[in-house]
């Protein structure tokens, strides 16, 4: 592919304003051509300095991606044509893998590509409903509208992802300070005791024994301690990384009492929400269906959506499926039977959207609750288990001397 030269011109309109600008093209004479094909008459045109870049090549973050989607959205509705839109936003990037990203989109849409393919191909990274809504807004001529919403729905996602971090960063750091805590009492204290107990150890009660011992064995293996945590934390690493594990980890979380309601209502509130966002764009209702459940992960709910297009191939309603294979509640039922019944089924699911997103932030609330208070209990009970074995051991060295 030729590579894209940027162009900085000044032009004249149809309503006789003056107009500036950026655009790519292959050569000035080409550069020329689309502006007048766009009813410009070019005054100044010239190439342009390239754009600051932070001299990283990465690809676009999160927040980014978000951005760009609301920043397509709003030229396309201000009437910019698509190319143009996505050639300034390309120019405007500061991240280098995602600028050669969108010029790679750019160029296969000028050869016919149609957009949703393009982004798909030539712009990894994004949800996969995005390529999916790009082609359905495309077709039905509300791209504008469909990105826009893509893009709330990407900033939703990213916002619920930075709240679950932030509700779990305290009782991550208090389960971490109690750790090095318990880890100093274990190599400094607990064998200096050892030392004043001496090795006579025959009074010393069975818990107070084993105490100093692990204490003692710490610190006089130090580096095969340190080796032993290195091995946890890889294989942390690990089984958060891999997929089987991943999806083993998750099913057993699903069933937790606390944990599980987070995960439960995590999944409905997704689910509903893309359901909601297809539904509400113009796809039919089993292609919803089934770009919704893709998003939810491999869990009870999962298997329960997998029956879903089968059953309304057969002429299942959705309310009738989804009560005999999932355990949505019986008011969110009879708010689909509604929605099916008055022909707004896509309000009807971002109506439960919204209820499960509340209900998703009070149990994360709840959680986080919870697991403070259950952290500074077991450093407690271990930090008290530690000192209660070494004032057993003094007592019974004092003892035997009495």
Do not use: C
Not at 290 to 314: H, N, T
Not at 365 to 384: D, F, Q
């Amino acid at each position: 592919m030729t590579d894209l030269i940027p162009f900085q011109y000044e032009a004249i309109g149809r309503d006789g304003l003056l107009s500036k600008g950026l655009l790519s093209a292959t050569d000035e004479a080409a550069a020329m051509r689309r502006l007048a094909g766009d009813g410009l008459t070019v005054v100044k045109i010239g190439r342009s300095a390239p754009p600051k870049s932070d001299g990283k090549d990465r690809a676009l973050k999160p927040g980014e991606r978000v951005l760009v989607l609301r920043q397509m959205a709003l030229m396309l509705e201000a009437g910019v044509s698509l190319l143009e839109t996505l050639d300034t936003v390309a120019q405007g990037m500061q991240a280098l893998r995602g600028k050669q990203q969108f010029l790679a989109a750019i160029g296969a849409l000028r050869r016919g590509d149609a957009l949703g393919t393009a982004l798909e191909e030539h712009v990894p990274g994004f949800p996969f409903y995005v390529y999916a809504m790009a082609r359905v807004g495309e077709a039905s001529g509300r791209i504008a509208e469909v990105l826009k919403e893509a893009a709330e729905q990407m900033a939703y996602e990213d916002r619920l992802r930075r709240e679950f971090t932030n509700a779990m960063t305290y009782p991550a750091f208090l389960a971490f300070a109690g750790v090095s805590a318990v880890g100093f009492i274990f190599t400094q204290v607990v064998p200096r005791f050892g030392t004043m107990i001496g090795e006579d150890r025959t009074n010393v009660p069975a818990m107070s024994r084993w105490v100093l011992s692990a204490g003692e064995f710490a610190n006089a293996n130090l580096p095969l301690v340190g080796m032993v945590i290195g091995a946890l934390v890889v294989l942390g690493i690990v089984i958060a990384t891999n997929p089987s594990i991943k999806a083993r980890a998750y099913t057993v979380a699903h069933g937790l009492p606390v944990i599980g309601s987070v995960i439960q209502a995590r999944e409905i509130a997704s689910w509903a929400r893309l359901t909601a966002f297809a539904l509400n764009n113009g796809v039919p209702i089993l292609s919803a269906a089934a770009l919704a459940r893709a998003a939810v992960p491999i869990g009870p709910f999962r298997q329960g959506l997998d029956l879903l297009e089968s059953d309304l191939r057969a002429g299942l309603t959705i309310d009738a499926s989804l009560g005999a294979h999932t355990q949505l509640e019986a008011m969110d039922l009879s708010m689909l039977r509604a929605g099916q019944k008055s022909g707004a089924i896509g309000s009807m699911f971002g109506f439960m959207a919204d209820n499960y997103e509340t209900r998703l932030r009070d149990r994360m609330k709840r959680m986080t609750a919870l697991l403070e208070p259950l952290a500074i209990a077991v450093i407690s009970l271990v930090v008290g288990f530690v000192a209660l074995s070494l004032v057993l051991a003094l007592s019974s060295v004092y003892e035997g001397v009495v």
